[in-house]
């Protein structure tokens, strides 16, 4: 059982801000980075691969393909280092952990999309 | 020198300013308060006794509920005394809640003494770190053994403090200088970088450092 003050202390380090995704979403992140004394913002998109629980010490990883090199990096849920999360599109995915996309290359690669669009046609019909 | 005594909640992770992930040990010192002052006049020496967690009266005995009542304190379990000095006595009120932020800043180094977790009865390996010995190669039934323990018929004993096997764990033990990341006046917390001696809900004492007071004052002689 977590103490409650671990829970407090815990709570004055978590982003209120986190959109929510999951494994099989393509992100955008956009992270900060010192340049000398200036600031600026990195763009990281690609396909999460993995998404991890926990509070302050959750984390999501991220998958593109850089000249043909798969590249992976790791960002922290909560961490003051990301200005923004933007979802590109939603995947169709089945597990959390998308380790086998590390063997697949191209078109083998892709994943399928949620279109939200017509989900929330389906909901709607539903209703009625 | 001053200190207080905490109970350790726990470890977890928080983020600095500039973004980096740091692992912390939670330390409470809610229930830690004055309960008593030995002063030059009575005790030829100056001091300030600090107590945790509440007691019943029914576990003291007489002559401790007389003299919490003598004092003016209310009654605490575990008492310890820091040896202050004189006009830093005179800041302490018996009674009064021991307040983090008056004792330690941010940014601050400290000492952290708490009694480690208790392991039971281990071999060299775990205790001492041996190396032991070949998993295979034709290794017989001597793989987690100390080897050899002395010498032969000079000196014909065993060293004293040979390390063997026993009883490990439930030892006092000081983890220092480590950085106060962060103090939470409102819930009485002191947020720790690192690992602490000792189990969740253990009692664990928080100092100044020592050494690398120590180390500054050397460099101050030069």
């Known amino acids: ?128 | 020198m001053k200190g207080l005594i905490g109970k350790k909640v726990g470890m977890t992770q928080v983020f600095s300013a500039d973004g980096n992930a740091i692992p912390v040990t939670v330390i409470d010192v809610s229930t830690c308060e004055v309960v008593g002052k030995r002063t030059q006049a009575t005790d030829e020496y100056t001091a300030v006794v600090l107590g945790i967690e509440d007691a019943k009266e029914k576990h003291l005995t007489k002559a401790q509920i007389g003299s919490f009542k003598k004092a003016g304190a209310k009654a605490k379990r575990i008492l310890k005394e820091f040896r202050v000095s004189e006009a830093d006595l005179a800041t302490f009120n018996v009674g009064d809640a021991v307040k983090p932020e008056n004792f330690f800043k941010v940014g601050e180094l400290v000492d952290v003494q708490g009694v480690t977790k208790g392991r039971g009865y281990q071999g060299v390996m775990k205790r001492w770190n041996f190396r032991g010995f070949g998993q295979t190669h034709g290794t017989h039934e001597y793989r987690r053994h100390p080897g050899a323990i002395g010498q032969r018929k000079t000196p014909g004993r065993v060293y004293p403090n040979k390390k063997l096997p026993g009883h490990y764990g439930v030892e006092k033990v000081s983890m220092t200088n480590l950085t106060v990341v962060e103090i939470i006046a409102e819930k009485n917390l002191i947020l720790v970088q690192g690992a602490v001696p000792g189990h969740n809900d253990g009692l664990v004492v928080v100092k100044p450092a020592i050494k690398s007071a120590m180390r500054a004052a050397h460099k101050a002689k030069k």
Do not use: C
């Open chain 1, 1 to 128: 059982m977590r103490s409650s003050a671990i829970e407090f202390v815990e709570a004055r380090h978590l982003r209120k801000d986190v959109v929510d995704f999951r494994s099989g979403d393509t992100v955008r992140v956009w992270w900060k980075v010192k340049e000398g004394d200036k600031e600026r913002s990195q763009a990281f998109e690609g396909v999460v691969i993995r998404k991890t629980r926990g509070t302050t010490d959750a984390s999501f990883t991220v998958r593109k393909m850089s000249f043909g090199v798969g590249v992976e990096r790791i960002f922290p849920l909560h961490s003051p280092r990301w200005e923004q999360i933007e979802v590109v599109n939603r995947g169709d995915v089945r597990r959390n952990r998308l380790f086998y996309l590390r063997t697949l290359r191209g078109k083998a690669a892709r994943l399928d999309l949620i279109d939200e669009n017509a989900e929330a046609a389906v909901a709607e019909q539903k209703k009625a």
